[in-house]
């Protein structure tokens, strides 16, 4: 602009006093993320940093601000900006096996078909070419139902698996004794389970991607009660609960 | 200890400072590299406090907004002097051995 009127100068004054408004609505969105302790407590402060930092001008929180915010926010919600190093990587890790489930969940389900006609294949193959059409017919439905209930089986044991490794990522974030017993007890079945599977003969039959990706959660756990379990991670469990 | 929760502690140990305060100590010692943000620096701030390390020292209205000014805890000035202790032995060791004819600088 080079009228430098008195009029122009006051309208570019107002303007940007409307801009900053602006800005700082859309940081008070992103701050109120944060949990209620932390916003009733700092949110003007943090507001003022905000602004402080804000480049000329600004109409909008950038998405480097904004991610960064909310990275903060889920932070601090899952109890995460407190605790220790090995918590953190524990329930990261314990995020990671919740993902590590669903891909199971979903070869499994991609796999479906090729586990009843494999099965179907091998008892075509068993009883032989000479045993009665009507014989084999019945013995190809009872094992087809016995394939359908296992799957059934398996896909509700990969949802539950799913929503406990959510648990226990949530609550050992926030420090909860309960939940880290919880996790080592859960992930000492989930081995014992995963381990007599593969000794029935799970490995013969399901699909390698299946055995990977449950290998896969089986060492994810291991590592996250190792981290729960060291000596770092203890103070964190033990406190009292005012302090978290 | 990772280097922003260092710089933050350092920006505290020769007085207390608020928010944006901290924000430019650190881009200052650390020569413009580190940029804490916003939300870093608060993650930081509460976990720092919730360990004992730091405390909030007072509180002033400039321009209207509210200004929260931090300071190092006894604990916090003693965590910060073991880990400077422990950089610069490091920094030293490795000085030596890249100048083994200097000796230690």
Same mark, same amino acid.
């Given at each position: 602009?080079?009228?430098?009127?008195?009029?122009?100068?006051?309208?570019?004054?107002?303007?940007?006093?409307?801009?900053?408004?602006?800005?700082?609505?859309?940081?008070?969105?992103?701050?109120?993320?944060?949990?209620?302790?932390?916003?009733?407590?700092?949110?003007?402060?943090?507001?003022?940093?905000?602004?402080?930092?804000?480049?000329?001008?600004?109409?909008?929180?950038?998405?480097?601000?904004?991610?960064?915010?909310?990275?903060?926010?889920?932070?601090?919600?899952?109890?995460?900006?407190?605790?220790?190093?090995?918590?953190?990587?524990?329930?990261?890790?314990?995020?990671?096996?919740?993902?590590?489930?669903?891909?199971?969940?979903?070869?499994?389900?991609?796999?479906?078909?090729?586990?009843?006609?494999?099965?179907?294949?091998?008892?075509?193959?068993?009883?032989?070419?000479?045993?009665?059409?009507?014989?084999?017919?019945?013995?190809?439905?009872?094992?087809?139902?016995?394939?359908?209930?296992?799957?059934?089986?398996?896909?509700?044991?990969?949802?539950?698996?799913?929503?406990?490794?959510?648990?226990?990522?949530?609550?050992?974030?926030?420090?909860?004794?309960l939940a880290r017993v919880g996790a080592i007890i859960a992930c000492a079945i989930y081995g014992a389970l995963t381990i007599q599977g593969y000794a029935q003969g799970d490995a013969k039959y399901?699909?390698?991607?299946?055995?990977?990706?449950?290998?896969?959660?089986?060492?994810?756990?291991?590592?996250?009660?190792?981290?729960?379990?060291?000596?770092?991670?203890?103070?964190?469990?033990?406190?009292?609960?005012?302090?978290r | 200890m990772q280097e922003a929760t260092f710089l933050i502690l350092t920006a505290l140990a020769d007085g207390s400072q608020h928010g944006y305060g901290i924000i430019s100590e650190v881009a200052?010692?650390?020569?413009?590299?580190? =940029? $804490? @943000?916003?939300?870093?620096?608060? %993650?930081?701030?509460?976990?720092? +406090?919730?360990?004992?390390?730091?405390?909030?020292?007072?509180?002033?209205?400039?321009?209207? =907004? $509210? @200004?929260?000014?931090?300071?190092? %805890?006894?604990?916090?000035?003693? +965590?910060l002097a073991a880990e400077a202790a422990r950089l610069q032995a490091n920094a030293r060791a490795a000085m030596t051995r890249l100048n083994p004819g200097l000796g230690a600088i």
């Amino acid at each position: 602009m080079t009228d430098w009127s008195p009029g122009g100068d006051s309208f570019s004054i107002s303007d940007r006093a409307s801009s900053s408004a602006r800005l700082e609505r859309a940081y008070r969105r992103l701050v109120a993320c944060y949990p209620r302790s932390f916003r009733r407590e700092s949110t003007e402060e943090v507001i003022a940093v905000l602004l402080a930092t804000a480049r000329e001008g600004q109409r909008r929180p950038s998405v480097a601000e904004a991610a960064d915010l909310l990275r903060g926010a889920a932070r601090m919600r899952l109890g995460l900006s407190r605790c220790p190093r090995t918590v953190l990587h524990a329930v990261r890790l314990m995020y990671l096996g919740a993902l590590a489930e669903v891909v199971v969940l979903v070869t499994l389900l991609l796999s479906i078909g090729s586990i009843r006609s494999s099965t179907r294949a091998a008892v075509i193959h068993a009883v032989g070419p000479h045993a009665a059409p009507a014989a084999t017919r019945q013995l190809l439905a009872s094992v087809a139902s016995t394939v359908n209930v296992t799957i059934v089986i398996d896909i509700a044991f990969a949802l539950f698996a799913i929503a406990a490794w959510l648990f226990f990522a949530w609550a050992n974030g926030k420090g909860s004794a309960l939940a880290r017993v919880g996790a080592i007890i859960a992930c000492a079945i989930y081995g014992a389970l995963t381990i007599q599977g593969y000794a029935q003969g799970d490995a013969k039959y399901a699909p390698v991607a299946a055995i990977v990706a449950s290998s896969a959660v089986l060492v994810i756990g291991i590592a996250a009660v190792i981290l729960l379990l060291m000596k770092q991670s203890w103070p964190y469990y033990t406190r009292p609960a005012t302090a978290r | 200890m990772q280097e922003a929760t260092f710089l933050i502690l350092t920006a505290l140990a020769d007085g207390s400072q608020h928010g944006y305060g901290i924000i430019s100590e650190v881009a200052d010692i650390s020569e413009g590299r580190v =940029r $804490l @943000r916003a939300g870093t620096l608060y %993650t930081a701030l509460d976990r720092l +406090r919730a360990d004992g390390l730091i405390d909030v020292d007072r509180e002033e209205i400039v321009d209207n =907004r $509210l @200004r929260r000014y931090y300071r190092l %805890t006894p604990a916090g000035g003693r +965590r910060l002097a073991a880990e400077a202790a422990r950089l610069q032995a490091n920094a030293r060791a490795a000085m030596t051995r890249l100048n083994p004819g200097l000796g230690a600088i």
